[in-house]
């Protein structure tokens, strides 16, 4: 079973203003995913969806950490952070090898890429940009935009591959 700290998932608010707004909302779905992955054994974070998909809650933490290195380190804060689990000869690494990947390693990783995220944009304004390897310019208020969208997609997913293993259903 994967260790996870207490899932604290708070309800966004209503008419706060716009950072607080886009920063609560993708926390909030932040702690959706890991509320999806809680309780459940090493096997059955593994298990794919519908043959032929891959996709796993493993599979899609890995990515989220992907995903969070990607536009705030990279772009909003212009390092040179090498990929976590994919590479050029395998560029949905994170979703595959998954039988002797280390899921403790999985989810510290995703978490620490979450901590790093929030000190890199608590450095930034919202007007303020970065450039995307291979071309395009991005606000950090666009790229709180693309997380929560990211999330929320993965959210869907990570529910679906939740009620296949083990009923469980919810927001």
Wanted: hydrophobic share 35%.
């Amino acid at each position: 079973m994967t260790t996870m700290t207490a899932i604290e998932r708070t309800d966004t608010p209503t008419t706060a203003d716009e950072r607080t707004t886009l920063e609560a909302m993708l926390d909030y779905h932040r702690a959706t995913l890991a509320m999806k992955c809680e309780g459940l054994s090493d096997e059955q974070l593994r298990t794919a969806t519908v043959p032929p998909s891959e996709l796993t809650l493993l599979g899609l933490v890995r990515h989220l950490a992907e995903v969070e290195c990607g536009w705030f380190r990279n772009v909003l804060g212009a390092e040179d952070a090498k990929p976590l689990y994919y590479s050029d000869e395998d560029r949905d690494g994170e979703f595959h090898d998954l039988d002797s990947a280390d899921t403790e390693e999985a989810f510290a990783t995703w978490r620490e890429q979450i901590d790093r995220a929030r000190r890199l944009a608590a450095a930034h304004s919202l007007d303020d940009t970065g450039t995307r390897r291979g071309g395009g310019t991005y606000s950090l208020r666009w790229i709180y935009v693309h997380m929560i969208e990211e999330y929320a997609r993965h959210n869907g997913h990570a529910d679906l591959i939740r009620e296949r293993i083990d009923g469980v259903t919810g927001e």
